[in-house]
């Protein structure tokens, strides 16, 4: 019998979780993402030290401001990474606009583009590429201007169904819902061990592509953050599955029968529901979770990011 990772890529699209280049050689995945915690790991591989100081040397030709060399520099490197990666996956490499733009529309949309353009300079079309966004109001329109404009979006931070439906109602390429930080959460919350088959996460992007199916929204759900390969086996038949090295070294390892969970044509019958500004903002208050780990994860990015120019500032 096939291991269950080969047994999981013939249900779903695997995409691997990570910047390791080596990793990425090894599980072979259909696509990669990258988030600044990511970039964060492989600027400190020996494998990236070169690629981080030509990242800073190219920022230095392109602005004059130390600051915006800096940031210039975050953002070559994530696209030089990228770059390299879309030469071992078929499909798209994930790279994530700064979180400490997740409120202001314009400023990600430009941000996006400025991506976008950088990608291009390396002989990568936009066709390969997801900007990778915050679902917060601001960062879903920033999504659904650019897929106007035909720039495919990540929507990520993912933690609730209102998220969900706002942003396919925005008509972004893609979501990834957040699975076990919201498990996380749960158990912090109630004190309570969960099954793989009651996972608070599991059953929130259970939901999420059921609605999806049954309504015809062309977004495709890719479930992201995995404590265990339980929540995995759970969302086997998802569109797509996000998975770190270490949970794709299980799957491949574990002989056993894998049970496909997810159909696009089985699925209990959920009313349409729709959120304007106001509707949205009201349905996050109203969920504890959704709302701290929303912020939660834009702080940790951010102190990431940070991170990352700091050792840049370093090499400069």
């Not at 990425?24 to 993402?33: G, M």
């Not at 996006?112 to 601001?138: F, H, M, P």
Request: charged letters at 25%; hydrophobic letters at 40%.
């Amino acid at each position: 019998m096939d291991n269950k990772l080969d047994q999981l890529k013939s249900m779903t699209q695997v995409v691997a979780d990570t910047g390791d280049i080596e990793a990425i050689k090894l599980f072979k995945p259909v696509d990669a993402t990258t988030n600044p915690s990511l970039l964060l790991k492989a600027s400190e591989l020996p494998h990236y030290q070169d690629t981080l100081k030509k990242a800073l040397s190219w920022a230095k030709g392109h602005a004059s401001d130390s600051a915006e060399q800096i940031a210039l520099a975050c953002d070559k490197f994530g696209v030089d990474l990228g770059s390299e990666i879309t030469q071992i996956v078929p499909g798209y490499i994930s790279t994530e606009v700064d979180a400490r733009l997740s409120f202001d529309t314009e400023a990600t949309v430009k941000k996006a583009k400025q991506i976008i353009e950088l990608y291009a300079a390396n002989g990568v079309g936009k066709d390969r590429v997801l900007i990778k966004i915050a679902s917060t109001w601001e960062g879903i329109k920033a999504a659904e201007q650019l897929q106007k404009e035909g720039i495919n979006c990540n929507l990520t931070l993912i933690f609730s169904f209102a998220q969900a439906v706002a942003a396919a109602e925005a008509d972004a390429f893609l979501i990834s819902p957040f699975v076990g930080r919201i498990l996380d959460w749960y158990k912090a919350s109630s004190g309570e061990d969960y099954t793989a088959e009651t996972d608070p996460g599991v059953l929130s992007v259970t939901q999420i592509y059921n609605y999806f199916k049954q309504h015809g929204h062309n977004t495709i759900v890719m479930g992201a953050s995995f404590r265990n390969t339980g929540e995995i086996e759970q969302l086997a038949g998802c569109d797509r599955l996000t998975i770190s090295p270490a949970l794709l070294s299980e799957l491949e390892k574990d002989t056993s029968g894998l049970e496909q969970k997810l159909y696009k044509d089985k699925f209990e019958t959920m009313e349409v529901v729709s959120f304007d500004e106001a509707s949205f903002r009201w349905a996050m208050n109203e969920d504890a979770m959704a709302t701290e780990k929303l912020a939660e994860g834009i702080r940790n990015f951010t102190k990431d990011q940070i991170k990352l120019e700091e050792k840049l500032s370093s090499l400069a």
